[in-house]
């Protein structure tokens, strides 16, 4: 497969990651089989993927084992990245307590997760949102004196804003910044984009299928079971899900001149965007991840893209990406 590099510190990855949480969570349905997961893990790294987004809260702790079990064996062949950022709870129930980036507890989740993914090196460690409460020049304090003792390799942040990915930057070097993605979330391109683009820092959108909708699998119809995520975003009401369906079109009628899917020209748009962004979709399914992985042969002219930009342009997606409690959680 194609490779690209994050940042500025020379870390090479596949130009399609593989996000995981989905394997354990119930966010998108019940986890799937442990041992199936683990074979599909190693069948990606064997389709040539060999970057891999997991963290300590999905599950939570499980993700990581997973990975850690999955991986391990293939561990100089494959680049993890895994995040900090929350009080989980003592009892290892799902969610969390709070938000917690103190130094002191960043250095406690990096012993923990290098456990669970039976590893002496996390190769990208993100701080998962930013936390209100501590400077993020203390956190990237924190991380830096992770990378200096060879615990960690490369420092990242997700759903931060650009004015705190400066700061973080100016501590220590940022790899790479993690945030929603696709054609049916663009804010990253008001400010993001630029900025990463302005520092040398790469970019992974994660839900780069828009949570699956652009797959053009599901409909207004499509019942989501109760533990599922998308059934409080209110993107995924059935009334927007109907006047959304108008951008899963334009994608489908493209796909179809390219003799792609829909989610082979999502992935491809964003792989067309800029040579430093990687996209980590997820699956619990061989088909889909070989789906995926054919993405990165679907090439995109510029008269392709421009279409794409002038039809979507006249497309108003309907709902919010979150619930207002968890928006408020990002771009800090």
């Known amino acids: 497969m194609e490779k690209r590099k994050l940042g500025t510190g020379n870390l090479e990855v596949s130009a399609l990651g593989f996000g995981a949480m989905g394997m354990t969570s119930q966010h998108y349905g019940p986890s799937g089989d442990r041992r199936e997961m683990i074979a599909l893990l190693r069948a990606a790294v064997e389709r040539g993927v060999t970057f891999f987004d997991t963290a300590e809260v999905y599950g939570p702790y499980t ?3 997973l990975v850690g079990e999955a991986l391990s064996p293939l561990r100089d062949r494959v680049v993890i990245a895994t995040k900090f950022g929350f009080k989980l709870h ?4 799902p969610g969390w307590q709070r938000l917690d980036s103190r130094p002191e507890q960043i250095k406690r989740v990096a012993e923990a997760s290098l456990k669970r993914l039976k590893t002496d090196r996390i190769d990208l460690f993100y701080q998962h949102r930013v936390d209100p409460d501590v400077p993020v020049e203390d956190v990237a304090g924190a991380v830096k004196d992770l990378i200096r003792e060879g615990k960690v390799k490369h420092f990242g942040l997700s759903e931060a804003a650009a004015r705190t990915i400066r700061r973080a930057h100016a501590v220590q070097p940022v790899t790479a910044v993690q945030s929603e993605y696709s054609l049916w979330w663009r804010r990253p391109e008001e400010s993001i984009l630029p900025t990463l683009e302005e520092l040398g820092i790469g970019f992974v959108p994660y839900s ?3 949570k699956g909708f652009l797959t053009g699998k599901i409909t207004e119809n499509t019942a989501f079971p109760g533990m599922d995520i998308r059934n409080n975003i209110p993107r ?4 927007a899900r109907r006047t959304n369906r108008a ?3 334009l994608l489908a009628r493209i796909a179809e001149r390219k003799k792609a899917t829909p989610a082979q020209m999502a992935l491809a748009w964003l792989l067309a965007r800029k040579p430093w962004i990687v996209p980590i979709p997820g ?8 789906e995926n992985i054919g993405a990165v042969a679907v090439r995109l002219t510029p008269e392709d893209l421009q279409e794409i930009e002038s039809a979507a342009s006249k497309i108003a997606i309907e709902g919010a990406r979150y619930s207002e409690q968890v928006e408020q959680m990002s771009e800090q």
């Open 283 to 290: 699956t619990r399914r061989l088909e889909r991840l070989e």
């Open 208 to 210: 780069p299928l828009g």
């Open 247 to 249: 951008l899963v079109d």
């Open 236 to 239: 995924f009401a059935p009334e």
């Open 63 to 65: 993700n990581e084992e």
């Open 90 to 93: 003592p009892d290892g129930s």
